[in-house]
């Protein structure tokens, strides 16, 4: 089981509306991330209650084996509703809550743009909450803390990524962590429909990753999005050959 929050700190925090969002934007990442020994963590704002597919019980029971699959050290959902996330100082004081105990250098959101309200909410909502949580007399009852970097998992948005991840060594892992969540994926009558069937989804998760690992001259990669400007010490050391 993840650690409690009051006794894990994290070097990155996802935080997405669903169970299963993290696993299809930034679970490479995530991987990468803790393969290299820094502390990853992540947080759910809803319990999945309104899907299609599944209950919110199944979807927790799954996100754990996600989160354990990924190398997560902390995964929590709060219980925004599904379907119905608003950005309210109620719901900020949530997050805030989460990032003063976790303490997070770097923090990823969803982009801001998204077909489904409850993504794009997340974005606005999680960029006003680590501006919140740096504010000294906003007070919660914990010490301040501000993420020094925000940065926005695009896969799913129209929009030239400011970098890639690498995650092909991972690429295996991330699908796995993905399919924990049986509910959602695995072949079945309810939402037949709406839901891709379950022996396309390797194929066009993997066709993603494969058309953002071209970008960036590697196999397999995630694409992320920055609002500040990038910053170079070495020209000789800047990846992507350009020709």
Not at 32 to 48: K, P, V
Not at 113 to 133: I, K, N, V, W
Not at 139 to 151: A, L, N, Q, S, W
Request: glycine share 8%; net charge negative.
């Amino acid at each position: 089981m993840p650690a409690p929050a009051a006794d894990f700190q994290a070097d990155v925090l996802a935080i997405a509306a669903h169970r299963d969002d993290v696993e299809q934007t930034c679970g490479g990442t995530l991987l990468r991330m803790a393969a290299r020994g820094l502390r990853t963590t992540i947080l759910d704002l809803t319990q999945g209650e309104a899907g299609t597919r599944g209950t919110a019980a199944e979807r927790a029971r799954e996100a754990d084996e996600a989160a354990r699959i990924l190398g997560a050290g902390w995964r929590q959902a709060l219980t925004l509703p599904d379907g119905s996330v608003e950005n309210t100082l109620e719901n900020s004081v949530a997050i805030v809550r989460i990032l003063r105990l976790l303490r997070p250098r770097v923090v990823i959101l969803p982009y801001w743009q998204a077909r489904h309200p409850d993504h794009a909410m997340t974005a606005a909502l999680g960029y006003e909450a680590c501006f919140l949580s740096g504010l000294k007399k906003f007070d919660t009852g914990t010490e301040p803390h501000r993420p020094f970097k925000i940065v926005y998992a695009s896969l799913y948005a129209d929009v030239r990524p400011s970098f890639i991840v690498d995650i092909t060594p991972f690429i295996e892992q991330r699908h796995l962590a993905l399919m924990a969540y049986r509910s959602q994926y695995a072949d079945q009558s309810a939402g037949s429909g709406l839901f891709v069937p379950e022996e396309e989804i390797r194929e066009r998760t993997f066709a993603e990753a494969r058309h953002y690992g071209l970008l960036a001259g590697v196999r397999y990669g995630e694409p992320f999005v920055q609002k500040e400007a990038g910053l170079v010490d070495d020209l000789t050391l800047v990846p992507v050959q350009s020709l």
